[in-house]
């Protein structure tokens, strides 16, 4: 999905402490037994599901047959149910005769459980539970849903499930955790007009009379509850093979051609991923379903041979879509179809280790774009991605790449940047570390292995370690059983006879925990002579190290960006990587960019080194350091909200260094363009925008004012941009046109943009317009949350104070798996003291015990919020007072 053991709590203790543990220890903890909340002892072999939904009604009656084994004898079956109502049920023997008579069908809403009373012990053997029941049809991407859309003919519904992490008990009784696969088969009683679609191709129709038909879909494999798909509307279907493999699209009627980019896509990444893992696509088909709409907890999502995915993450409008969006079907699509393999074929016991699943696709995905687009520069986005996740990793509230899950609140919370794009990076450092070789020859042998069963961590690094004949897991246990992010500071390097010879000493890197005692992590470090070839690697273990290389020249440290630490050189060493930053490659320019920045905001050097490497940066330096740069600058800006003085002097000093590139590119966007200078085109129109220049800001206005007219001033690929800048910067007569414009707009992808804009206003009034907005019905069911969520970005004490206030009716308009981390979200942007106690108290009185992580985590980032702008703001105001007067 495109977006978290007391046992093993012991072992990362363990790991921290000692620093012994090895793949053996792991194992022997993980193999104990395999975690549940459901008690052992029946098994589903099978499930034949057949659904009858009433979309005008909004709710479902259902028959359900599983069939079970019993391995010891037992007196109930207890199975996840969520908002289901039960009529008849029975148990069947192999002849089909009733067994063991139900005394009583209890449901347990708080576990999420129903449970089937015998009135005597059912024997071991294998039996088929029948149970007939009902259930609700939801507005939200949770269970099965319902999403609305407008057309030319008026409003219409799709229906769509959403499973992951645990929610397939809402549409059928289950056994709904991961380690519990069986084989499905669903049929579904539907309008004949209606086109369906599921896991598998439709293998029957049945006319049923009154303009019904019964669909039935072919058998899965053996696979888990979560990956279970039903899909069906006035949906249209494009298709094209890829060997045995039929690919299809599929989107609301009249959409289908802007879904072009996804089919493609999609072609190329089965062909390379049939290759890569050496174990071809096993199902028949694999559509990717377009919905309209959206969710506060995924874009899209994995299911098997049935890729669910948001339309603004799947489609192209020529009228609105840029080089951004472009990029990002391809991505979402190598990211799920990644999870074909990685999550399905092979699929982890429990969701400790959902990383197995999301860190890996993550991988796969950015693989896979740099293979089959190398001018995308994938390679300097896993900079970016590795950045992102240490900022979450360097703060007390972070937790271990395997960690320790204990119930549903606490699966919800593990789609995080940690499990994403910590997994991720620690894999790309891995595979440098093993070889590109050896690394491709351990997954292909933990696929054929493992393939259609359940695995923990342990399994694979046991591939990896026999593939690449080095102890990879002993590295890899470091990284993924403990949290946080190593440092490596650069000791004085001494140059005799020729050769340079370096030490390094490895601490931790903390953001929020100045004090605390570092751990040890054997760390992977590359080092490189700048500007030349000279290049070699060592293993830092036991917190010290020493590399030699073979001419004099100034080294970079963690060279190529793929270690999982932040690198901190000595003042001397530093200011020569200035003074030469223009012979650095580019991703080593970022990855200087992106330490110096969390240095200087750890207290750890100085702020102002920043503003040094931002000086120096050169014109012609690629558009992704120049991204970075203005992404910087433009977010460093709001740091002097507090401060309308030296914010001036300091949007003095970031436009002068911003806009002579974006001049260099200008407004027009042309054909010759590459890919990067489209997305910093793009980049830098926010950037300025966000720190009040006035020529972009009066040139956006112009375009905006004259669209009508003319044809040019907006074009599609920079509509985003203008109109976000318009929006940003509104008065209330623009806000109005804004929102006559979202209510006259029949595009869902092109309506649900204005909307979300309407809610990025500077001005408090306006933004409070948008927040009583969002509650409307005008907006649609799936726009609420996000609005709010948006004037969070801006304004995220008055989003908060009003999500509390409207908490009611906004959790209505949440999927389920949000809610524990969506009011906290709110709040996360915040640097206002006041709002860590208002955190809190909403923790305490709305979350259990167990869903409190997102609330933590909002608290440490506003708590470092503010004292990073102590820290950071005067050595920021003494460098531009110095250097601008």
Known sequence: MKRTLACLASLMLLN????????????????????????????????FVSVTPDIKAMTFSAHVEIEVKVNKPTSNFILNAVDLKFGKVVLLNAQDKPVAQVRKTAVHAKDQTVVVHFAKKVEQGNYRLAMDYTGVIGTQATGLFALSYDTQEGK?????????????????????????????????????????????????????????????????????????????????????????????????????????????????????????????????????????????????????????????????????????????????????????WFGNLVTMQWWDDLWLNEGFASWMESRATAKLHPEWNAHLKNVLARNWSMQQDALKTTHPIVQSIKSVAQVSQAFDGITYQKGQSVINMLEDFAGADAWRTGVRSYMKQHAYGNTRTADFWDHMDKASGQAISAIATDFTLQPGVPLIQVGDFQCQDGKLTLSLVQSEFSDDQPTKKALQWRVPVTVQSVGGKDIARTVVEGGKGRVTLGSCTLPVVNAGQTGYFRTMYGTGHFQQLVSQFDKLPTVDQLGLLLDTWALGAAGMQTASNYLDLAQRTPSQAEPQVWAEVAQQLSGTHRSFEDDVVNQAVFERFAVSKLRPVFEELGWEVRATDSHSTRLLREGLIGALSV?????????????????????????????????????????????????????????????????????????????????????????????????????????????FDFALAHMDVLNKKLDATSRSRYFPGLASNSAQPAMVDKVRAYSKKYLTADARRSADEAIAEISDRIAKRKRVLPSLIGWLNHNQG
């Open 156 to 340: 219409k519904k799709g229906l769509y499930t959403q499973f992951e992490n645990s929610e397939a008990r809402r549409l059928f009784p289950s056994w709904d955790e991961p380690n519990y696969k069986a084989t499905f088969t669903l049929e579904a009683v539907l309008p004949s007009s209606d086109l369906a679609v599921s896991n598998m191709p439709v293998e029957s129709k049945a006319n049923v009379g009154e303009g019904q038909t019964k669909v039935r879909f072919a058998t899965t494999p053996r696979m888990s509850t979560y990956l279970l798909f039903f899909g069906s509307g006035d949906f249209e279907r494009a298709t094209t093979r890829l060997g045995q493999t039929e690919l299809g699209v599929i989107t609301k009627r009249g959409s289908l051609e802007q879904a072009k980019d996804a089919l493609e896509a999609s072609k190329l990444v089965l062909d390379e991923y049939n290759d890569y893992f050496d174990v071809p696509y096993p199902l028949p088909k694999l559509d990717n379903v377009a919905a309209p709409g959206r969710s506060q907890f995924f874009g899209a999502m994995e299911n098997w041979g049935a890729i669910f995915t948001f339309e603004s993450n799947m489609l192209i409008d020529p009228k609105i879509s840029n080089a951004h969006n472009r990029e990002n079907v391809f991505t979402i699509a190598a990211h799920e179809i990644a999870h074909q």
């Open 691 to 799: 720190l009040g220049d006035t020529h972009v800001v009066e040139e956006a206005r112009r375009r905006y004012a004259m669209q009508d007219t003319d044809a040019g001033a907006m074009p599609g690929e920079l509509r985003r941009s203008i109109l976000a800048v318009v929006a940003r910067h509104a008065d209330p007569a623009t806000w109005d046109k804004l929102h006559a414009d979202a209510k006259a707009e029949r595009t869902p992808l092109i309506k649900d943009m204005l909307y979300s804009l309407l809610a990025r206003t500077r001005d408090k009034s306006l933004a409070q317009r948008a927040l009583d907005l969002a509650l409307t019905d005008e907006v649609g069911e799936t726009n609420s949350a996000a609005m709010v969520a948006r004037v969070a970005d801006l304004h995220p004490e008055m989003a």
């Open 16 to 47: 921290a402490t000692a620093h012994t543990v090895t793949n053996q220890a792991i194992r022997a903890v993980e193999t104990t037994q395999v975690t549940t909340q459901l008690p052992h002892g029946v098994t589903p072999v099978h499930y």
